[in-house]
């Protein structure tokens, strides 16, 4: 069902370019334009944060990832590129200390601060997630950024570390119509339609032009897909095994 994004509540689910949604909130630009700001239901992979091990969002490598392969791949799955509005965030650390100053992106992670403000919107998912919150700027500790704990406490992690899911924050344009599930009639196959949305963008990622990734992120994608591949194969050994077992014991007719 279609509907136009300025019409959806606070928490509501969408799908957008491939992509399920949690709208955060309504807020107005100084020109007075309306812009939603909406953050990915579940983690659309796992990455670092930075690959260099760095906490400084602005050097981020997932910071160029997230602006570049992941937005023309949401554009792939027919969002309108300008639906995505640049906006500003802020990179004060959990420390307070404000060196990093600002950042102005299309895609961007969610702030503490945001998170803390739309804890009720945001439960726990059952796995890690980055922030885009340093833990301090001090150049001793630039290494460790706030990550949203499994259990939907704020921790920290090495920026390094790939363990860790990434659900990408953005400001559309909230006059665009967006696709809502029916919650009576598709609930039962939310969870067919999450994965599907997820493949499509996945699929799109792993067709970017490998000069563009760069070695570190082509090797990332790489792996992440030839983990779904591995998990697939699993997946159809266990049912074949299943299939056996279930032959060899069925007992004989007569028996019930």
């Not at 997230?66 to 640049?86: M, Q, R």
């Not at 102005?104 to 726990?124: F, G, N, S, V, W």
């Not at 598709?186 to 799109?204: C, F, P, S």
């Not at 994608?221 to 056996?244: G, H, T, W």
Request: glycine content about 8%.
């Amino acid at each position: 069902m279609k509907q136009q994004l300025s019409t959806l509540k606070d928490g509501a689910r969408f799908v957008y370019g491939g992509v399920e949604w949690v709208k955060l909130e309504h807020l107005y630009t100084e020109s007075g334009k309306l812009e939603t700001v909406a953050i990915a239901a579940e983690p659309v992979f796992e990455r670092a944060f930075d690959e260099e091990n760095c906490n400084d969002w602005r050097k981020s490598s997932l910071r160029r990832e997230l602006n570049g392969a992941f937005l023309d791949a949401l554009i792939a799955e027919g969002a309108d590129p300008a639906a995505f509005k640049e906006f500003e965030s802020d990179l004060t650390a959990d420390d307070g200390m404000t060196d990093y100053g600002t950042a102005r992106d299309k895609i961007a992670l969610i702030t503490c601060d945001l998170y803390r403000e739309h804890r009720a919107l945001l439960p726990k998912i059952g796995c890690w997630w980055w922030t885009l919150t340093p833990w301090t700027c001090d150049p001793e500790y630039s290494y460790s950024v706030r990550a949203v704990h499994s259990s939907g406490a704020v921790g920290w992690n090495y920026a390094f570390s790939g363990g860790r899911g990434v659900r990408p924050l953005c400001h559309l344009e909230s006059s665009i119509f967006v696709s809502v599930p029916d919650e009576e009639g598709m609930q039962m196959n939310r969870g067919e339609a999450i994965e599907e949305a997820r493949d499509a963008v996945l699929d799109t990622l792993n067709d970017y032009p490998a000069d563009l990734w760069g070695d570190a992120l082509g090797a990332a994608v790489a792996s992440l897909f030839q983990s779904k591949q591995d998990a697939a194969d699993m997946a159809e050994e266990e049912k074949a095994s299943r299939e056996v077992s279930t032959t060899e014991t069925e007992p004989p007719e007569g028996i019930f």
